[in-house]
């Protein structure tokens, strides 16, 4: 992270794809909006409903990391005052299969998680 507290993408510390993926969505919130954009949420007010209660400062700054790393685009629905939806692009959905699979991982050995409907 750089000195604003922001996750820097550029330059990646290494060319492992695994500390790649990590540098660009390896922080505590990134998956967990990703995962509730697969789910139908695509506004503010409904991400921050989610059980995790991201704070609104953090949502606003991963919700502009998410866009400029291509994950997420943002389309405005209202211009007075300016509201706007988000939507994963087709590299987003491309994290589906990794939050399956993180999904199963923790069903199998986490006791504690349930299974969501």
């Not at 990590?22 to 409904?46: A, C, H, P, Q």
Request: glycine fraction near 6%; aromatic fraction near 8%; hydrophobic fraction near 35%.
């Amino acid at each position: 992270m750089g000195k604003t507290g922001r996750r820097s993408t550029v330059p990646w510390r290494s060319y492992c794809p695994i500390a790649c993926t990590l540098d660009l969505v390896g922080d505590r919130w990134s998956l967990l909006i990703v995962r509730d954009l697969l789910t139908g949420k695509k506004r503010y007010g409904e991400f921050l409903e989610s059980p995790e209660k991201i704070p609104t400062n953090i949502l606003a700054e991963r919700l502009k990391h998410l866009e400029s790393a291509g994950i997420i685009k943002r389309k405005l629905y209202s211009w007075h005052p300016p509201r706007a939806e988000y939507h994963l692009t087709a590299k987003g959905r491309g994290l589906a299969s990794v939050l399956q699979a993180m999904y199963a991982w923790a069903i199998k050995h986490l006791p504690q998680v349930r299974k969501s409907s």
